[in-house]
């Protein structure tokens, strides 16, 4: 099977990726942020959630979501599920359904983030999409 990047590769994919769309200093900072993760208490972790949402939510507004973001996508609509943002991840949640309904784990998003706003019955479908899809709900 394939081997997962070691720590210096993802480090250096970020970097790539990051290149001429982040500030060298905000990736700079990221990384530090990245570093201190396990010091970190639970306020602080749930702060970097929501200020990873802001700032992805800024670099997708300035880039074109079917040119290769789809990864950023989910990682900015998690951000905003785990931060209590959940009409956000919602709405982020039937955009990416919309373009991947084949796409179960995203299915789950969208039924949890409807669920944790007291919209069950509307949730209902999606979790019964994302089982067809073979997720486990």
């Known amino acids: 099977g394939a081997r997962p990047f070691a720590r210096e590769q993802y480090i250096t994919k970020f970097r790539t990726l990051a290149e001429g769309i982040v500030a060298p200093e905000e990736i700079e900072r990221f990384l530090d942020a990245v570093q201190r993760v396990p010091e970190l208490g639970a306020g602080e972790l749930g702060q970097l959630n929501i200020t990873a949402a802001v700032e992805l939510e ?3 507004g300035t880039s074109d979501p079917g040119h290769g973001l789809s990864e950023v996508r989910l990682t900015l609509a998690r951000a905003y599920f785990h931060s209590a943002q959940l009409s956000r991840a919602e709405g982020l949640a039937r955009e990416m359904l919309a373009e991947r309904p084949e796409d179960g784990y995203v299915a789950v998003l969208l039924a ?8 069950g019955a509307e949730a209902a479908p999606y979790l019964e999409r994302a089982r067809v899809l073979g997720q486990d709900v």
């Open 58 to 60: 800024t670099l997708l």
């Open 112 to 119: 949890r983030s409807l669920e944790r706003q007291g919209r």
